[in-house]
C-alpha cells in the first residue's frame, strides 16, 4: 500500500505562489494532482507521466501551475502562480501503481492540503 504525504498548502493573496509537495512511500508510476472546493465535486488538476516527460492540465490552471517530479525521492511537486480566488480548495495528491503514461485514474490518494487564496 503506497501512502502519499503532502506538504505546502496555505493562506496566500491573490495573485502569490504557492509550491505544493507530496512524497510516496513507495515507487509509484503516473501521479496527479486534484483538487474539491466546498460545495464541489473533486476535479482533476493535472497529471504526469513516469519520466516527467508528458504533462496534462486542466484549462482552468493551464499557464499557471506546473507539475514535476523527482523520482530520487519519489516526490511529485505543484507550483501555483497567480493564484485566485476560485483556486482555493483542498488539494489532493493522487499516484498510480500500475499505469505509466498520462491517466486520469489513480489507485493511491493523500489527505490532502488545504490552499487558500484570499482576495
Known amino acids: 500500500q503506497v501512502q502519499l504525504v503532502e506538504s505546502g498548502g496555505g493562506l496566500v493573496q491573490a495573485g502569490g505562489s504557492l509550491r505544493l509537495s507530496c512524497a510516496a512511500s513507495?515507487?509509484?508510476?503516473?501521479m496527479g494532482w486534484f483538487r474539491q472546493a466546498p460545495g464541489k465535486e473533486r476535479e482533476f488538476v493535472t497529471g504526469?507521466?513516469?519520466?516527467?516527460?508528458?504533462?496534462d492540465y486542466a484549462d482552468s490552471v493551464k499557464g499557471r501551475f506546473t507539475i514535476s517530479r523527482d523520482n530520487s525521492k519519489k516526490t511529485v511537486y505543484l507550483q501555483m502562480n497567480s493564484l485566485k480566488p476560485e483556486d482555493t480548495a483542498v488539494y489532493y495528491c493522487?499516484?498510480?501503481?500500475?499505469?505509466?503514461?498520462?491517466?486520469?485514474?489513480?489507485?493511491?490518494w493523500g489527505q490532502g492540503t488545504q490552499v487558500t487564496v484570499s482576495s
Open positions: 513507495l515507487r509509484t508510476y503516473a
Open positions: 504526469i507521466n513516469w519520466s516527467g516527460s508528458s504533462t
Open positions: 493522487a499516484a498510480s501503481g500500475r499505469t505509466m503514461i498520462l491517466t486520469r485514474a489513480y489507485d493511491y
